[in-house]
C-alpha cells in the first residue's frame, strides 16, 4: 500500500538496497497493521540527473513515502516514522561527512537530505485487492481472509507468508474489537466536532 522512492545519487550497493528495503517494510508494518506483503520500496539513481536546492545544482539523497493517511495517524506518529526511517539509513548506508568537510572533499555525502511523507493515496488496488483506508487493515483483513487464505493454499507464496504473518501478529481482529472500533471512531468525530464546533457542538 505505501509507496516509499529511495532517490540515491550516491553508489548504492545490491546489499545496501536490500538491506535498506528490509529496514523501511519492518518500521512501516509494525508501525502500522500494514502487512509486509503491501510495503513496496522502489530505488531511484539520481546521479545523472540535473537536480537543484534552493535554485543552485545540488545533489543529495532522499527518502520520499506515498502513505495512506486518516484520522488514527497523527502528527507523532508521521514524526516517529521520520525518525526510525533516519535511524536505518544511518546505520546502513552513514552519517555523511561532517559539515567542514564537505565543500572541499570529493568524497560522497552519504548523509540523507530529506524524508518526504505524503497522504497522497486515496484509493487503488494492489495484488487484485482495493486498497482499505489508513486505520482500516484489520477490518480489510478479515473481509479478505478467505480470498487471503485461498491464494496461499493455490501455492502463491507471497500470500502464503501474508498469511502467516497475519497469524502470527494477531492481525484478525478480536469478537467485539469491532464495537470498540467503531465507538472509539466516533469518539473522534465527536472530538472533531466539537473543537471546529460543528454538529450539535455548533
Excluded at 502500522?32 to 510495503?39: E, H, Q
Excluded at 543529495?60 to 506515498?66: G, K, V
Excluded at 526510525?84 to 546502513?92: F, G, P
Amino acid at each position: 500500500m505505501p509507496l516509499y522512492e529511495v532517490q540515491h545519487y550516491i553508489t548504492l550497493t545490491i546489499s545496501q538496497k536490500d538491506e535498506l528495503a528490509e529496514a523501511i517494510t519492518k518500521i512501516h508494518s509494525t508501525k502500522f497493521s500494514t502487512p509486509r506483503m503491501f510495503v513496496n520500496v522502489h530505488f531511484l539513481d539520481t546521479s545523472s540527473l540535473r537536480t537543484y536546492i534552493g535554485g543552485k545544482p545540488h545533489q543529495a539523497n532522499h527518502i520520499r513515502a506515498l502513505v495512506r493517511n486518516g484520522p488514527s495517524r497523527t502528527s507523532e506518529d508521521w514524526n516517529d516514522l521520520t525518525s526510525r526511517l533516519h535511524t536505518a539509513w544511518t546505520s546502513i548506508i552513514g552519517p555523511g561527512l561532517p559539515k567542514l568537510r564537505r565543500s572541499d572533499s570529493e568524497e560522497p555525502n552519504t548523509s540523507l537530505r530529506s524524508i518526504i511523507i505524503c497522504g497522497e493515496i486515496l484509493g487503488g488496488m494492489e495484488a487484485g485487492f482495493f486498497l482499505p483506508e489508513a486505520g482500516g487493515d484489520k477490518a480489510w483483513i478479515e473481509r479478505n481472509w478467505g480470498a487471503f487464505r485461498e491464494r496461499a493454499e493455490q501455492g502463491e507464496e507471497e500470500f502464503g507468508e501474508l498469511v502467516r504473518e497475519v497469524e502470527e501478529r494477531g492481525m484478525l481482529r478480536r469478537e467485539g474489537e469491532e464495537e470498540r472500533e467503531e465507538r472509539e471512531m466516533k469518539r473522534e468525530r465527536d472530538r472533531l466536532e466539537e473543537m471546529m464546533g460543528w454538529g450539535e457542538h455548533a
